[in-house]
């Protein structure tokens, strides 16, 4: 499923990501390190804080390794256990005008 017609979470992420990689050759130019030097060094450090027995650190490096575990929800309609009961069920499918530019061919 793809984001919502407008959405612009993806181009934050890209601009940050960019942003951060700049800030790194930077700091890696200004302190004559090799290439991703100051990316390996925070690695390196963040390996050794798990190593260490930082409980946040290891779950944290864990989650990113292998993501986070499933969680189950419990969802009931009473409070007590009883059934879910739906007042209305409605599917709206919507289609954007032939005349917006961003439509494309519809």
């Given at each position: 499923m793809s984001?919502?017609?407008?959405?612009?979470?993806a181009a934050r992420g890209n601009w940050a990501r960019i942003a951060l990689k700049e800030a790194l050759k930077r700091r890696d130019a200004k302190l004559n390190l090799p290439f991703d030097g100051t990316l390996e060094k925070i690695l390196d450090d963040y390996v050794?804080?798990?190593v260490n027995g930082n409980a946040d650190t290891r779950r944290d490096?864990?989650?990113r390794m292998w993501g986070k575990p499933h969680q189950s929800v419990a969802i009931d309609g009473d409070g007590e256990g009883g059934p879910v009961l739906y007042q209305k069920v409605e599917r709206l499918i919507v289609r954007p005008k032939a005349e917006n530019p961003d439509s494309g061919s519809i």
């Open positions: 984001a919502p017609v407008g959405n612009k979470n050794e804080e798990a490096l864990m989650d």
